[in-house]
């Protein structure tokens, strides 16, 4: 059986120009407000089905992930996500992948941007209504509370973001995130091992 090379275009980032837009607040306050829902919503519709975009650009050769950034908050505390959101019951995960960029990313001024969902990058699963997550299913977990999808979405050429006002919109380069839990989370810390298996072409 022959390998198939997966290939991914990355456009440098000075292609894209970023905008900003009235805030977007996530639907809970605090953590336990979060699981709360969650759990209450869990009895309803099951296992909540939630999804993450990639989205890579490159600077003089070298490949960044664009991440959301909250903060710092009072503490002092600086917060990385990808566009990221729930998938609503029976939505079809591109369709809701494709929503959710558009929700987060995009223009206001009726101009849809060319997002194109591509591969499923990794899967992570969250067997209780905790904060940890899991790239595969633990053992002990018969019912996963949350399935998490990453898919890579390839970027036109040139782009307008629109940011909402309480994020930064940042570049960080992949050798920033390998290994480092500390500062951006297990699931973004992963990405440069699960993005390997692509060859990455410079436009």
């Known amino acids: 059986m022959m390998s198939r090379e997966i290939m991914a275009n990355l456009f440098p980032l000075s292609n894209y120009t970023f905008g900003t837009k009235d805030p977007m607040y996530e639907k809970d306050r605090t953590v336990e407000a979060r699981f709360q829902r969650m759990r209450t919503d ?12 990639v989205l ?14 909250l903060g710092p908050s009072p503490s002092g505390a600086t917060f990385f996500k990808l566009p990221s959101g729930e998938l609503e019951p029976g939505e079809d995960e591109c369709e ?29 699963w969250r067997p209780n209504f905790e904060s940890p ?20 979405l390839q970027l ?35 990405l440069p091992q699960v993005l390997s298996r692509f060859h990455f072409v410079y436009v």
């Open 42 to 53: 869990f009895e309803t519709y099951g296992m909540r089905r939630s999804v993450e975009g």
């Open 56 to 69: 890579l650009v490159h600077e003089h050769s070298l490949p960044h992930v664009l991440l959301l950034q």
């Open 96 to 124: 809701g992948m494709l929503r959710i960029v558009n929700t987060t990313l995009g223009r206001e001024d009726g101009h849809h941007t060319e997002w194109t969902v591509g591969d499923i990058v990794a899967n992570w």
């Open 133 to 152: 997550q899991y790239p595969y299913i633990p053992s002990h977990c018969t019912r996963p509370k949350e399935h998490k999808k990453l898919f890579l």
């Open 156 to 190: 036109p050429e040139k782009a307008l973001f629109s940011v909402p006002r309480n994020y930064k919109l940042v570049a960080a380069p992949l050798f920033e995130l390998y290994d480092n839990s500390a500062g951006y989370g297990p699931v973004i810390a992963s």
